[in-house]
Nanobody, 122 residues
Framework: QVQLVESGGGLVQAGGSLRLSCAAS????????MGWFRQAPGKEREFVAR????????YYADSVKGRFTISRDNAKNTVDLQMNSLKPEDTAVYYC???????????????WGQGTQVTVSS
């Protein structure tokens, strides 16, 4: 079965950095664009970043552009999110997701991880 497992979350002070990692298994990793999303308790899930199959293009939400960097390593089946200059409003559960661009569904993202908590203190 397909599994996406996030790691690297934790507690950090405003202005600090964290690096999240998502390890994928049970899928042909290079078939999938990968994304990061986040959800805070009082808000809906929101898009954070996306990277294409071979890392040629990246996309970011305006709220994180210039601070966060998404990357992938297809040899290791991992996608990372480097988060710098963190703000309290970045506090959320962060999820990675996989989009099979060969077999497109109604929702572009076919698989989701369990999430990892990021808390930024002021």
């Amino acid at each position: 079965q397909v599994q996406l497992v996030e790691s690297g979350g934790g507690l950090v002070q405003a202005g600090g950095s964290l690096r999240l990692s998502c390890a994928a298994s049970g899928l042909i990793f290079s078939r999938y664009a990968m994304g990061w999303f986040r959800q805070a308790p009082g808000k809906e899930r929101e898009f954070v970043a996306r990277i294409t199959r071979y890392g040629g293009n990246t996309y970011y939400a305006d709220s994180v552009k210039g601070r966060f960097t998404i990357s992938r390593d297809n040899a290791k089946n991992t996608v990372d999110l480097q988060m710098n200059s963190l703000k309290p409003e970045d506090t959320a559960v962060y999820y990675c997701a996989a989009d099979d661009v060969i077999r497109t569904g109604a929702d572009p993202y076919d698989y989701w991880g369990q999430g990892t908590q990021v808390t930024v203190s002021s």
